[in-house]
């Protein structure tokens, strides 16, 4: 859990229990309170920043908010931007974004984040990178104490050429975390799943602590073969909770 004593508490504990998809869409609506008219905005990419940019298009053809700009990160939310009336544009015409909103895999305590479970970590970091504010939403089952702790997936973005040589090299370098890297598959001995890119997703599973993060980023970026990692170090400068005992806002 976040470090409670600078969170604050927005709202009170619910008296019905909530799904996971309620919670994340209280998550997002709570975020979209800070988007303001006229901002450029980062769309983030699953099913909790879905209700976000579902929750922005409603206010836009509701006339509460205007002018607002849209970057999204993915092709999926591309689409769904589009279909819920938010003007889009791109990086190369708005190289600083005021807001970006997305959810994430796993959060500690630092706000640092593993995201792209989802296949979008490469748009992701680029759009969130260039933002002045990044709020990322998520339901209380995504708060870790270490990333990569919680034995779901690290995903690690690679060219295809010889995947198989850079998933053993990934491997190789966390062996003693007792690391399994394995292809991102449609479904079991389906397919290779494609990034919007073109490229695969290696996904790491660890059986202990990877150590240092900042060095475990450094050098899986320096792996020749790997485009991105899924760990989002020291980005996120707002953090929205959805839980069973009410929603917190903690700031970095
Ligand atoms: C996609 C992502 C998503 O933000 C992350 O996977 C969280 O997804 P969800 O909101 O569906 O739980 O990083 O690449």
Redesign the pocket.
């Known amino acids: 859990k976040p470090n409670v004593d600078s969170c604050q508490m927005v709202s009170s504990p619910s008296p019905v229990i909530l799904t996971q998809d309620e919670l ?1 869409k209280i998550a997002a609506y709570k975020a979209v309170e800070f988007v303001e008219s006229g901002m450029v905005l980062g769309l ?6 879905c209700h976000a940019v579902a929750r922005i298009g409603e206010l836009l053809k509701q006339g509460k908010l205007k002018n607002i700009v849209g970057i999204p990160t993915s092709k999926k939310t591309h689409e769904q931007a589009i279909s819920v009336g938010i003007p889009l544009s791109d990086l190369d015409t708005y190289p600083i974004l005021d807001l970006a909103i ?4 796993e959060v500690d305590p630092y706000l640092n984040l593993v ?7 490469l748009r ?1 970091k680029m759009v969130e990178s260039a933002c002045k504010k990044f709020v990322v939403i998520v339901d209380e089952t995504k708060l870790v104490k270490h990333l990569g702790g919680s034995g779901l997936a690290m995903p690690v973005e690679i060219v295809p050429f010889c995947w198989k040589f850079t998933a053993e090299r990934l491997r190789m370098m966390f062996m003693d975390a007792g690391c399994v890297a394995k292809l991102r598959r449609f479904s079991e001995n389906g397919e290779p799943f494609v990034t919007d890119n073109g490229n695969y997703i290696i996904d790491l599973y660890f059986e202990k602590d990877i150590g240092d993060l900042k060095v475990a980023s450094d050098e899986i970026l320096r792996l020749a073969g790997v485009v991105e990692h ?1 760990m989002f170090l020291d980005m996120a400068t707002t953090l929205i909770v959805a839980g069973e005992l009410g929603v917190t806002v903690k700031n970095k």
């Open positions: 994340k983030g990419t699953g099913s909790t920043a997305d959810g994430a895999d995201k792209g479970r989802g296949g979008s970590l992701e899924g």
